[in-house]
């Protein structure tokens, strides 16, 4: 018997979205590598609480990444270089606890990991161990690939991210990475060099579509696309710029389908006139 197939002893090969391919457990990265093989497209969404991410689970997600991108939509802060270990554990673990079925990925925040290998080693297992994550995702490329390496090595898969990466807006900007031959050339270099030391995905971001297509047809790991095109393997989207949750500009690149914002305020101010009016509560909602 293959270790894949030993991974999953019912021999399904169904897709990851829209099938039944791991659906009595969670799914591993051995399910996203056959995927890539299949020539399979799936979702992958960012959560941050329990029950936002039950939801996404029940509707198939195969993917969640618990993403730094908290500090900006979750707890406030002007980017994502604040967010700390001790936040990302409490939210990955909540995550996981909300989830039954996804592969639950989780960042390494700015500052966790960029001391050396060493340091990544115990950022990524404080994760897995007291927050359950699947995986870890880390920024960078050639310079990242130690703290990769080691991370592999010690049973830790890990979820690369180039291109645009967040960690690094004080000397990157909010711009698109990879324009120009050397730029792409680098990119690729970049994506291949993860892919050797053992990552298991690599995520584009803001990245020319042309370039991000490259980039997929050359490797045999799966690429994740956001802001990158539709030639990715994959697609992740902040799910608050996906359910219109963002208040102001969003990004060009994400699509809004629903506007949970009005929704909420709609709901918000229902309930405080009917309090104001002294319409609630009725008998229906009273106890005696």
Do not use: C
């Amino acid at each position: 018997m293959t270790f894949e197939a030993a991974q999953n002893p019912s021999g399904d090969t169904k897709s990851l979205y829209g099938g039944t391919s791991a659906r009595n457990r969670r799914v591993t990265v051995h399910d996203i590598a056959a995927a890539k093989r299949r020539g399979e497209k799936w979702p992958m969404l960012t959560a941050y609480d329990a029950m936002t991410a039950s939801v996404f689970d029940e509707a198939g997600i195969p993917v969640m990444l618990v993403g730094d991108s908290m500090g900006n939509v979750h707890l406030g802060y002007e980017t994502t270089v604040p967010v700390t270990l001790d936040e990302m554990t409490i939210l990955s673990a909540a995550v996981v606890r909300g989830t039954k079925r996804a592969l639950v990925v989780g960042d390494l925040p700015f500052g966790s990991y960029q001391e050396g290998p060493v340091q990544a080693l115990r950022s990524a297992t404080r994760l897995v161990k007291d927050a359950g994550v699947g995986a870890v995702k880390l920024e960078g490329g050639e310079r990242s690939l130690p703290q990769t390496e080691l991370l592999v090595q010690a049973g830790i898969p890990v979820m690369s991210h180039l291109g645009l990466t967040p960690q690094s807006v004080n000397t990157l900007g909010y711009r698109v990475q990879g324009r120009g031959d050397e730029a792409a050339h680098r990119l690729l270099h970049d994506a291949k060099s993860a892919q050797a030391a053992g990552a298991f995905a690599v995520v584009l971001e803001l990245v020319p579509a042309e370039v991000a297509a490259e980039i997929t047809r050359s490797l045999e790991i799966p690429t994740i696309g956001i802001g990158a095109g539709p030639g990715t393997d994959a697609q992740v989207l902040v799910y608050t710029d996906m359910v219109g949750l963002t208040g102001g500009k969003v990004p060009r690149f994400t699509k809004q389908y629903a506007n949970l914002r009005q929704t909420l305020g709609d709901a918000a101010k229902a309930f405080a006139d009917e309090v104001a009016g002294g319409t609630f509560p009725q008998e229906e909602h009273t106890f005696h």
